[in-house]
């Protein structure tokens, strides 16, 4: 993965990967790999693949004042039934929990732009967290198997 490491243990996935939007695959066939290594369920690989992708995009997309690059770490690890996604990064504050959900049920097309991923994200996850810590966003997400 240009600008990146993977590590891969036995039941945890790590990469460190860049601002930079071309990662996005790379990252999806390293989690891909992980969850053909573990036998994960393709409904449950397919929802943290889902938040990972819809997270980091948000994260690169929106969470940069400058053209600098910076420094995303990604954890996957899978631990008594569940798997845990945590995303690291060094972008302005954002508490992705503070996003409203829809007043009603809508079809995604008819929501308003702004909070369509981080739906998608709180529709597909069974729990999701937000730390501000040392100046880094902790975002993570769990997907119980």
Same mark, same amino acid.
């Given at each position: 993965?240009?600008?990146?490491?993977?590590?891969?243990t036995?039941?945890?996935?790590v990469?460190t990967?860049?601002?930079?939007?071309?990662?996005l695959?790379?990252?999806?066939?390293?989690?891909?790999a992980?969850?053909?290594?573990?036998?994960?369920?393709?409904?449950?690989?397919?929802?943290?693949?889902?938040a990972?992708?819809?997270?980091?995009?948000?994260?690169?997309?929106?969470?940069?004042?400058d053209e600098?690059?910076?420094?995303i770490?990604?954890? %996957?690890?899978?631990?008594?039934?569940?798997?845990?996604?945590?995303?690291?990064?060094?972008?302005?504050p954002?508490?992705?929990?503070r996003? /409203?959900?829809? /007043?009603?049920?809508?079809?995604?097309?008819? %929501?308003? %732009?702004?909070?369509?991923?981080?739906? %998608?994200?709180r529709?597909?996850v069974?729990?999701?967290?937000y730390?501000?810590?040392?100046?880094?966003?902790?975002?993570?997400?769990?997907?119980?198997l």
């Amino acid at each position: 993965m240009p600008n990146a490491c993977t590590r891969m243990t036995d039941d945890q996935l790590v990469m460190t990967a860049t601002n930079d939007p071309a990662q996005l695959r790379l990252i999806g066939e390293q989690v891909d790999a992980f969850g053909q290594r573990h036998n994960l369920p393709p409904k449950s690989l397919f929802s943290i693949k889902l938040a990972l992708s819809e997270l980091l995009a948000n994260t690169i997309t929106y969470g940069y004042a400058d053209e600098a690059t910076h420094t995303i770490e990604i954890r %996957l690890e899978l631990h008594g039934g569940q798997l845990n996604l945590e995303i690291i990064d060094d972008a302005r504050p954002f508490d992705p929990r503070r996003v /409203k959900p829809p /007043k009603k049920k809508a079809a995604l097309k008819d %929501l308003p %732009l702004g909070g369509r991923g981080i739906y %998608l994200v709180r529709s597909y996850v069974d729990d999701f967290a937000y730390q501000r810590k040392r100046g880094r966003n902790h975002v993570t997400v769990t997907k119980i198997l």
